[in-house]
Structures are given as structure tokens and as C-alpha cells.
């Protein structure tokens, strides 16, 4: 029995968003191909491996299996791919990814560990870089790949694809004044004390940035410039902070809500531009261990297709 990568692929996309529309949308396709391809891959394996309902689709037990050892296949085809081209590439020429805020707390570390690991003949350069400087510097063909956020790549030009949940939570003490809630807003979390991140910092522009008009007042009681010494202060209880999810260590004692503000509802990408090497084996096998960082972090979203081997463009 043989399986095209592409079809495993689409089939962890649906399963991942429980929808077949959703699904085909992140390989690109129309929905009548998507549909098309899933019940060929059913034909192929002789078994249903998708049940579908009135709000979207869920894998059957076969199905579930599929989607297992089809992460594997995936992770293990780019593994080979790069292994081969390390041998044709420089070593003298290193991969350039751009990065920032909680993406360099987590994600991309993990995701190097992985990579360097697998491919010891291929170094890589990261930087830290707010979303418009690794916009700009992906454009220009002076980066191969950055992680950025949506909200900052409107109509930028770049190919991207989604990566992970960046949103922001508001942490406190565990059993502290945030025990019992759920949720509440940025003005409801200024009545207390805070501590924050140096007003320099790209998660302070952030907040400020949407909160021109109706700013609150806020007391920090100190600011500091790492996101492990902001989260350590909630938890001692020194003030409230408001974090991007991705940082929280889902074993630390901590109380975490939900920030209600529109603005907070943040999503990192990943994006490259048209650099003549975007589409080499070893700046995709960079990205199949970014995706594969993301999905497998607790607080982060899901893996995605191969971004650089289609190269689809999307504007923002």
C-alpha cells in the first residue's frame, strides 16, 4: 500500500481543526479536491478513518492511528531529505532564522535542538527581531525563515503559514487574587498591581500600541527584561503580568485567565520570502522542526504541511 505525503498531510490538517474545510485550506485546496483526496485515502486503507457529523469531522480509531504514524513518516522524510542535501550544501553558508518575544522562550530552542541535532552539517544564525524588521529583512532576502506575528504582517508579500497560539493570559499567584476567575480585561487587570517587561520591549509596545486611546492607569511595581523572571515574580506574587501563553509551563503553580481584549488574541506565523534558496531541503526541514516544536509544545497549536516545498504564496 502506497501513501502520497501530500494526502498524509491534508489528513493531519483535518484532523488537527476537525473539519475538512479547515483542512483544505491549509494545503491549499479547494474543498471538492480535499474531499476527493480523503475518501481515496479511505479506499486506499479499506477502513473509514473519519466521522463525519453536522459540526465538522473526527477521526475514527483507524484514523487516529493514521494520523500517529503519519507525523512520524512526515518527520522522518525531512530528516532524510536534509541528511542527502547537507552533503550539497555549504557549510560555510548557514541558515538565517528571525525570531522573537515568546517564540525565542520556547518554540524556536526546541526546534533548534531537533534540527542541529539531525543535521549536523548544517548550522543556522538566529537573531532576535521584532515582526516589521524580520518582515523587511525576509523581503529583501537577508533572512530564510522567521517566526513573526499575524497581526503585524498585513499585506506584506511574504509566503506564510500558521505556526502557533502567541495570545496573551493574564498569571498571578497560585490561590491569589485570580483564583476562581476565568477571564477578564486589560482595564479589569490595571486596578491591580502589575510587573511588566522594560517599556522597550516588544510585548510592552504591543499593549501599548492598542491601548492609545483608553489606556488605564497602571502601578509596576518593577519591570525587568525576561519573560522567565516575569513569570517567576507572578508566581511569588509580587504583581499580576500578562504573559503570551506559550511561556507558562503548565507545571508551575500559576493562576492563568483569559485576557478578553480583542487585541490579545495573538497567532505566530511562519514566513519566508522569494530567496533563491527558500525552497532547499534544508531551510524545509528547518521548517517541518518549527512546526513539529509547535505541535508538540502543551501550550502551543498544531503542525502544519511543509510550507516551503509547495511555496504557496499568501498576503497576510
Not at 166 to 187: E, F, K, M, P
Given at each position: 500500500m502506497r501513501y502520497d505525503l501530500d494526502d498524509l498531510r491534508l489528513?493531519?490538517?483535518?484532523?488537527?481543526?476537525?473539519?475538512?474545510?479547515?483542512?483544505?485550506?491549509?494545503?491549499?485546496?479547494?474543498?471538492?479536491?480535499?474531499?476527493?483526496?480523503?475518501?481515496?485515502?479511505?479506499?486506499?486503507?479499506?477502513?473509514?478513518?473519519?466521522?463525519?457529523?453536522?459540526?465538522?469531522?473526527?477521526?475514527?480509531?483507524?484514523?487516529?492511528?493514521?494520523?500517529?504514524?503519519?507525523?512520524d513518516v512526515l518527520a522522518q522524510t525531512a530528516r532524510l531529505e536534509s541528511a542527502v542535501a547537507s552533503y550539497t550544501r555549504s557549510p560555510t553558508a548557514p541558515l538565517t532564522l528571525l525570531s522573537g518575544g515568546s517564540a525565542m522562550h520556547r518554540l524556536v530552542p526546541r526546534a533548534l535542538v531537533s534540527f542541529l541535532r539531525a543535521h549536523p552539517d548544517v548550522d543556522v544564525t538566529v537573531s532576535e527581531s521584532r515582526t516589521p524588521q524580520t518582515v523587511r529583512m525576509l523581503?529583501?532576502?537577508?533572512?530564510?525563515?522567521?517566526?513573526?506575528?499575524?497581526?503585524?504582517?498585513?499585506?506584506?508579500?511574504?509566503?506564510?503559514?500558521?505556526?502557533?497560539?502567541?495570545?496573551?493570559?493574564?498569571?498571578?499567584?497560585?490561590?491569589?487574587?485570580?483564583?476562581?476567575?476565568?477571564?477578564?480585561?486589560?482595564?479589569?487587570?490595571?486596578?491591580?498591581?502589575?510587573?511588566?517587561?522594560?517599556?522597550?520591549?516588544?510585548?510592552?509596545?504591543?499593549?501599548?500600541?492598542?491601548?492609545?486611546?483608553?489606556?488605564?492607569?497602571?502601578?509596576?511595581?518593577?519591570?525587568?527584561?525576561?519573560?522567565?523572571?516575569?513569570?517567576?515574580?507572578?508566581?511569588?506574587?509580587?504583581?499580576?503580568?500578562?504573559?503570551?501563553?506559550?511561556?507558562?509551563?503548565?507545571?508551575?503553580?500559576?493562576?492563568?485567565?483569559?485576557?478578553?481584549?480583542?487585541?490579545?488574541r495573538r497567532h505566530h506565523l511562519l514566513a519566508w520570502g522569494d530567496k533563491d534558496h527558500a525552497a532547499s531541503t534544508a531551510v524545509a526541514s528547518l521548517a517541518e522542526h518549527l512546526r513539529h516544536a509547535a505541535h508538540f509544545d502543551p501550550v502551543s497549536s498544531n503542525t502544519h504541511a511543509n510550507p516551503i516545498d509547495r511555496r504557496p504564496r499568501q498576503d497576510g
Open positions: 489528513f493531519l490538517h483535518i484532523v488537527t481543526e476537525g473539519s475538512i474545510t479547515a483542512g483544505a485550506r491549509r494545503m491549499h485546496l479547494s474543498l471538492p479536491s480535499a474531499s476527493a483526496r480523503v475518501r481515496s485515502l479511505e479506499g486506499q486503507a479499506g477502513v473509514a478513518l473519519l466521522i463525519r457529523g453536522r459540526r465538522g469531522v473526527r477521526p475514527t480509531p483507524a484514523g487516529t492511528t493514521l494520523a500517529r504514524h503519519a507525523r523581503a529583501d532576502g537577508e533572512a530564510d525563515l522567521g517566526v513573526v506575528l499575524d497581526d503585524e504582517t498585513r499585506d506584506c508579500g511574504l509566503h506564510m503559514e500558521p505556526l502557533g497560539d502567541d495570545s496573551l493570559v493574564v498569571i498571578g499567584q497560585a490561590g491569589g487574587i485570580l483564583a476562581g476567575r476565568t477571564a477578564l480585561t486589560y482595564s479589569e487587570v490595571a486596578e491591580h498591581p502589575l510587573v511588566g517587561l522594560n517599556a522597550d520591549s516588544s510585548l510592552r509596545r504591543w499593549i501599548e500600541k492598542h491601548l492609545v486611546s483608553h489606556a488605564p492607569v497602571v502601578r509596576y511595581r518593577t519591570t525587568v527584561a525576561n519573560l522567565n523572571v516575569l513569570v517567576a515574580l507572578a508566581a511569588a506574587g509580587v504583581g499580576l503580568a500578562v504573559v503570551p501563553r506559550p511561556v507558562i509551563d503548565p507545571h508551575q503553580p500559576l493562576e492563568v485567565c483569559e485576557l478578553q481584549d480583542p487585541w490579545a
